[in-house]
């Protein structure tokens, strides 16, 4: 399989308990993205990556998260001390820019459905 | 910050019946990409707009992206029952980050 692959595809946590998931993207694509969805709307932008450096971090993301793209391959997004209001699905997708190209479409995982009790 | 915004919220229509979903954004947009999303799915690309005034078609979805490049829409003639799903735009407002529209959720009824 080579689409963008997340995991796990869900996790059940008790409140004030870390969560760390991760994101495989398509191998050539240099670009990574997270965004959380909740029911009924549309991903919201959490942060980005450009190969291995973290370019914007929404202000959406307090402290308690945390992402890391080393070597600029995987991602994983870090949750601390979650929160029921943390409960989401967390998507990850990965796109290709070339350099003064225009950047191409995103790819999105199946997402990890988190449930915070 | 930049919004983005749909409408209609919901759309019922009548299998066969045409269907019409708008975005519009509050700042000038680069290009904007279209994608669906069935329930319990993850959103799916369907094409991307990058020029002022284009219009791309997809066998029975057309795609336009407004002159001033702050609007568009997603038109589906006929529609069938495997349109069902919900239909985002997303916008480019910047070199990298796309920020999503509400959503619109479409229904069709058999």
């Known amino acids: 399989d080579t689409g963008v692959s997340q995991d796990p595809r869900h996790k059940i946590t008790k409140r004030g308990q870390n969560v760390t998931f991760r994101c495989d993207p398509i191998s050539e694509h240099n670009r990574l993205y997270w965004y959380r969805q909740t029911l009924g709307q549309g991903p919201e932008f959490l942060t980005y990556?450009?190969?291995?450096?973290?370019?914007?971090k929404s202000r959406l993301l307090s402290d308690r998260f945390s992402a890391e793209r080393p070597k600029g391959s995987f991602s994983t997004l870090e949750i601390q001390r979650t929160e029921q209001g943390d409960s989401a699905m967390y998507l990850c997708a990965s796109s290709f820019m070339e350099s003064g190209g225009w950047n191409t479409e995103a790819f999105f995982g199946q997402g990890t459905r988190l449930t915070v009790v | 910050g930049q919004q983005v915004m749909q409408i209609p919220q919901y759309q019922h229509v009548q299998e066969g019946e045409d269907f019409t979903t708008y975005c519009n954004s509050s700042t000038t947009l680069s290009n904007i990409q279209w994608y669906k999303q069935r329930p319990g799915g993850h959103p799916v690309f369907l094409i991307q707009l990058v020029k002022s005034g284009e219009v791309k078609k997809q066998k029975r979805l057309t795609f336009q992206f407004g002159e001033a490049k702050k609007n568009s829409s997603l038109h589906i003639t006929a529609t069938q029952t495997t349109d069902v799903g919900t239909y985002f735009c997303?916008?480019?407002?910047?070199?990298?980050?796309?920020?999503f529209g509400t959503g619109t959720r479409l229904k069709v009824l058999a």
């Open positions: 997303a916008g480019q407002a910047g070199t990298y980050k796309y920020i």
């Open positions: 990556f450009q190969n291995e450096a973290q370019l914007e």
